[in-house]
């Protein structure tokens, strides 16, 4: 090949990778905890460019300041309170800011070694590490009863004001099994009863799990053990 070519070859790679560098270093920063994922957090392939992930995609459509390459993130509540992977935990959750409340130049929020993916449905953290110490004033989450159970267990929980609650079942390693509820509940004390069953009906083994109920973006998990 001549050199000439070679010259042209390398300065095609370099000018088609500038519109990817950029993207990098001003998108990522303007997302919670983003330098932990980088590129990955908005495209199916970990160097950007390229198809987007559901979060990208989400991003993309309602979160952007202007349409196009031009436009900055809109970090905020709605943003963080969307499951947009469908992997049962919000934005915010996985990016350790689940109230959307961090703002761009910030020290980044939680801890970061728990941030997770939430383009990737396979990339969730593990229920018991979620949390928010900001907890709504209007939700209390009770402890279930009994516990130990078999082969039944109660989870109730208290608002004294109406929200959408999202009632999840893990088992021990984190792996979804059932979910009891996603809906509105008026104010008031509530509770579900779980029969030890996951989501196709069929009964789980002895062991311990975890019910997280989710309220207006905030998480709260609780263990319990199933004895047979």
Sequence with gaps: ?????????????????????????????????????????????????????AFGQEVEANFLTAPGSAGQVVWNAQLAALDSDGDGFTNGEELQ????????GSPAPGDP????????????PNPTSVHNLHSPLYFELH????????????????????????VDIYNSIGALVSSLANEYYNPGNHSLKWNATDNSGRKLESGVYYYRVSVDGYAETKQMVLLK
């Design 1 to 53: 090949m001549k050199r000439s070519s070679i010259l042209f070859t390398i300065t095609a790679i370099m000018l088609f990778s500038i519109p990817f560098l950029v993207g990098r270093s001003f998108r990522v920063a303007q997302l919670p905890n983003g330098n932990q994922i980088d590129c990955a957090m908005c495209h199916v392939s970990q160097f950007g460019g390229g198809p987007k992930n």
């Design 97 to 104: 800011d689940p109230d959307g409340t961090w703002t761009a």
């Design 113 to 124: 070694t728990l941030v997770t993916n939430p383009g990737d449905p396979d990339d969730k």
């Design 143 to 166: 402890n279930n009863y009994p516990n130990p159970f078999n082969p039944s267990t109660n989870i109730s929980f208290s608002l004294t004001e109406g929200a959408n609650v999202r």
